[in-house]
């Protein structure tokens, strides 16, 4: 049974088809209304799909993409806080703020009668309960089209707060909304994928370190990010990822910001042997899969991080890469010395450089 805590979801999560029959009645006879589950609806990063007229999402960057034709579109959604950036044709045209008390969400109108991409991107991090993706409406009469193939190359980001975009929009160390203010599609990871033509997926909690928490007043935290790795969803233990399931070819690495930037800093011996078995929890069921371990100036964690991939290197792993970025000027930060866009595309470039001679090698 569906808790009485959740009522606003209990449709989507215990009644799917009498959900979509009832979002069917209510709509005007001028538009049309396209399940979750279509097969022209492309899904890209970890959805909980168990339902397929009802998948979840909370991770940044998780992306829901679709071709349709007509002149206007709007998505339905359940959830609070979430912030989706929707692009059509890919240029953004709304930012749709969740909020518990709707449902529908327009994206665009007025548009010329055709064939139209649409993107739709989780820009943050949900803070909570998961989002539920309720299906499109569209012009009465008009449909889906097929979406071109998908990238022949996948790339995992998983880390701290750099890959959630926080902050990116802000060109002060303070801003007024964090939540407004991050974009993870404008973060570094998204914007090489996007240079080389690469799918890509997020796996990131904002002040989560492999030992500490930011600021955290105890040496280790019980829910370290290593915990969250293998989640589909950040806010749920379950359900878990699995092999197949979305598996990248290249899983980039940047953590550890937070077990050293607050004191008590973690004990190097136990970050490195957390940051080891991080690798090879990425590597877990593909031998050839390459893991690319980022990490800018800051010390000890830059020799942390460059010991580890020395060690995995002597233990005979040619699969794991270590990447330095250089410092980001005063004037590419945003909220809280986070890098904004300008920060992220410089992070970018030698990991661009790095990582495609790698794709150019995976099987």
């Given at each position: 049974?569906?808790?009485d805590?959740?009522?606003g ?27 979750p589950?279509?097969?022209?609806i ?12 009802a ?16 002149t206007?579109?709007a ?5 609070h ?25 327009p994206?665009?109108?007025g548009?010329r ?5 649409l ?12 989002a539920?993706?309720h ?19 996948r ?13 990116v929009?802000?060109t ?6 964090i939540?407004d203010?991050?974009?993870a599609y ?32 105890f040496?280790s ?10 989640q589909?969803l950040?806010s ?19 953590v550890?910001l ?14 490195r042997a ?9 590597r877990e ?7 690319v ?13 460059e ?14 890469h270590f990447?330095?970025y ?7 930060r945003?909220c809280?010395?986070?890098p904004?866009?300008?920060g ?5 470039a030698?990991?661009?450089?790095l ?5 150019g090698?995976?099987?």
């Amino acid at each position: 049974m569906c808790n009485d805590r959740l009522k606003g979801l209990s449709y989507s999560i215990c009644f799917p088809a009498v959900w979509i029959l009832l979002i069917s009645s209510l709509l005007p006879a001028d538009h049309a209304y396209i399940s979750p589950a279509h097969p022209h609806i492309r899904y890209t990063g970890r959805f909980d799909r168990r339902n397929a007229n009802a998948p979840r999402f909370d991770w940044p960057g998780v992306q829901i993409r679709a071709r349709f034709e007509g002149t206007s579109c709007a998505a339905r959604f359940a959830g609070h806080g979430l912030r989706l950036g929707a692009y059509i044709d890919d240029s953004l045209v709304a930012v749709l703020a969740l909020d518990s008390s709707r449902s529908a969400y327009p994206v665009c109108e007025g548009l010329r009668d055709t064939v139209h991409s649409l993107l739709i991107v989780n820009r943050f991090e949900a803070y909570g309960m998961p989002a539920v993706f309720h299906g499109l409406i569209l012009d009465s009469a008009r449909g889906m089209r097929a979406l071109p193939p998908r990238p022949p190359y996948r790339i995992e980001f998983a880390g701290g707060s750099l890959l959630t975009g926080f902050g990116v929009h802000s060109t002060s160390i303070t801003c007024p909304s964090i939540r407004d203010s991050s974009n993870a599609y404008l973060g570094f990871g998204p914007v090489a994928a996007r240079e080389l033509n690469a799918e890509y997926s997020i796996v990131a909690v904002s002040g989560k370190g492999l030992v500490r928490e930011w600021e955290y007043p105890f040496l280790s935290t019980p829910k370290p990010f290593g915990r969250y790795y293998n989640q589909v969803l950040c806010s749920r233990r379950l359900p878990r990822r699995h092999a197949g399931m979305w598996d990248p070819h290249v899983v980039v690495l940047c953590v550890g910001l937070n077990d050293f930037s607050s004191t008590p800093q973690a004990p190097g011996k136990l970050f490195r042997a957390r940051y080891r078995a991080l690798i090879h929890k990425a590597r877990e069921g593909d031998s050839r899969r390459h893991v690319v371990c980022v990490t800018g100036e800051k010390e000890p964690l830059r020799t942390h991080v460059e010991a580890v991939v020395a060690r995995e290197r002597e233990d005979g792993n040619k699969f794991v890469h270590f990447l330095c970025y250089g410092r980001i000027p005063d004037n590419e930060r945003g909220c809280n010395w986070h890098p904004n866009a300008a920060g992220h595309r410089r992070i970018a470039a030698p990991l661009v450089t790095l990582i495609g001679p790698l794709l150019g090698t995976a099987e």
